[in-house]
């Protein structure tokens, strides 16, 4: 199996690292300083275990790569406001027998990828990592490196997921195969709605009551659309499985993803497909989101204005909630 990273920022670039440590087949595909350094330095990856410098292949683009081969296995790692570009790029290129899953957060993505992808799956990613220096990822999990489950898409298991899952497990992390990993992927989703609260809001801000509406506006918005979701038991069973964080010296730990869109400026971030997930399911469905709207509207104000992370107060975004 030759694995494929899409977009080797700090998810895939972890992933690809610890892949490639066992000896897998690995490349990446970066863009930018990022794919420049890793080009001519290799990848600087820095975990609990130390600081290891690994000379991955790298290109910029799909179409340096052959991707003739039915057993390459792309996992798409990029933020889901890249993924239509990125499906787009890939489509003419990968073999028609080959797979393709995404390892991303959000819903949306699986969807879009089964319109190019007969064999398209999804991967629930569970995995800290950070990334914010051209040519460096950082990841403080230990023990366990993330939680990768897979399945197909919409469902089921075949020889592929079970392929992939052993393979991510020899390399480190808690990876099973799963027939419903949607499920996972939709309460996870749940959790990610908070990352434009973490993301946007001036530190020592008391955001639970934030976090908890947009929660509860998910699961109406789950409940009437008929969306299958993992409880909380199961979350907190399958994640007791998962890593532990450690520190690592002269590498704090910072924020989430959404986080690092705007402290690295990169004039996107991915709250549309998050929140805004919520927001059309709402429409759909006829369930007022008001807080997840909210959270959009945040997000977009943070990127077209060049706000940087913690900008906003809690009294602007109630200010929105009631100004709908």
Not at 69 to 92: G, I, W, Y
Not at 93 to 109: D, E, F, K, W, Y
Not at 154 to 172: F, S
Not at 181 to 202: C, D, E, H, S, W
Request: hydrophobic content about 40%; proline content about 4%.
């Amino acid at each position: 199996m030759h694995f494929i990273i899409y977009g080797a920022g700090g998810i895939g670039a972890t992933i690809g690292a610890r892949l490639f440590q066992q000896g897998e087949q690995v490349t990446l595909i970066a863009r930018g300083a990022h794919k420049e350094r890793l080009q001519a330095a290799g990848l600087e990856f820095v975990s609990p275990e130390g600081k290891v410098q690994l000379a991955i292949p790298t290109v910029g683009h799909p179409q340096e790569l052959d991707l003739q081969d039915p057993n390459a296995f792309v996992m798409l790692c990029m933020k889901s406001q890249h993924t239509e570009d990125a499906l787009r790029a890939v489509s003419p290129l990968l073999h028609p027998m080959a797979g393709i899953t995404c390892v991303q957060n959000g819903v949306a993505n699986e969807r879009m990828s089964l319109r190019y992808f007969r064999n398209t799956y999804a991967t629930v990613v569970n995995l800290p990592a950070m990334h914010l220096q051209p040519g460096e990822v950082v990841t403080h999990a230990a023990g366990v490196g993330g939680i990768l489950d897979t399945g197909g898409y919409p469902g089921g298991v075949d020889g592929r997921v079970e392929a992939a899952t052993r393979a991510l497990t020899r390399a480190g992390f808690s990876a099973k195969p799963d027939g419903r990993v949607m499920r996972q992927k939709y309460a996870k989703l749940l959790t990610n709605l908070g990352n434009i609260v973490q993301a946007a809001f001036q530190e020592g801000e008391d955001t639970q009551a934030i976090s908890r509406a947009m929660r509860n506006e998910a699961l109406a918005c789950y409940e009437a659309g008929g969306i299958a979701c993992a409880s909380r038991d199961e979350v907190r069973n399958r994640r007791a499985a998962g890593y532990r964080m450690e520190d690592i010296p002269g590498y704090p730990r910072t924020a989430g993803s959404s986080w690092q869109s705007l402290a690295r400026a990169t004039g996107d971030i991915e709250t549309e497909y998050l929140n805004g997930e919520i927001s059309l399911l709402g429409r759909l469905h006829g369930v007022d989101t008001p807080y997840n709207d909210a959270g959009v509207e945040i997000a977009r104000r943070s990127i077209t204005q060049s706000l940087g992370p913690r900008y906003f107060s809690r009294a602007d975004f109630m200010a929105i909630v009631n100004g709908r």
